[in-house]
């Protein structure tokens, strides 16, 4: 008998909790043009992902901060929108949120998100760069919410909290970046 045959398996118990969780909206934290060269930017990389994720749709590698101005433009001020809204950003000892992913997608007609959430990540946001009417929401299921994003809206919320995309049903291009946040 092998030893993870004889190892005893532990039932961890799990208890439903009903809070209220904090999603921050913030509109136009880029330039018009600013989102068009983004947008042109994760257009030009194609699917390198190719759909082997939750997202079913055109994905970027998950490090566009890295390789992009633009993004890791976006992705500092979101962080201090995060670092702002947690109250402790003049704290003593205020908490040190980095950026662990980054990554652009473009949905097409049919294109969707599983339903899943970012745990080990303290926040996960999206910011819509292109939505053309008709594009899909951001659905929390477990909230009952579904928010329909505006052209330039940023959407963060706890890595903990369950979120999907239905399918896109318009023929434009719904574009937008994502990220996870972690804490140091």
């Given amino acids: 008998m092998g030893l993870l045959n004889r190892v005893k398996r532990v ?7 009903s809070i209220q969780i904090p999603i921050i909206q913030k509109e136009n934290l880029l330039t018009p043009e600013e989102n068009n060269t983004l947008a042109q930017y994760i257009i030009s990389l194609g699917d390198v992902q190719e759909s082997k994720t939750f997202v ?79 594009a899909s929401p951001l659905v929390f299921p477990e909230g009952d919410l579904s928010i329909q994003p505006k052209e330039g809206e940023l959407i963060v919320f706890p890595g903990i909290v369950k979120h999907s995309v239905p399918p896109c049903d318009c023929e434009e291009k719904r574009i937008m970046i994502a990220s996870n946040i972690g804490v140091k």
């Avoid at 039932?11 to 909790?17: L, V």
């Avoid at 702002?84 to 662990?100: A, D, H, L």
């Fill in 56 to 134: 079913k749709a055109s994905m970027s590698d998950w490090q566009l901060h890295t390789h992009n101005n633009i993004a890791k433009k976006l992705c500092d001020k979101v962080l201090d929108i995060i670092l702002e809204s947690s109250g402790r950003k003049n704290s003593v000892n205020p908490p040190k949120f980095y950026t662990r992913k980054c990554w652009g997608a473009i949905y097409g007609k049919g294109d969707w998100v599983q339903e899943h959430n970012h745990v080990g990540s303290v926040y996960g946001w999206c910011y819509y760069i292109c939505m053309p009417k008709g």
């Fill in 11 to 17: 039932k961890i118990p799990t208890h439903e909790f």
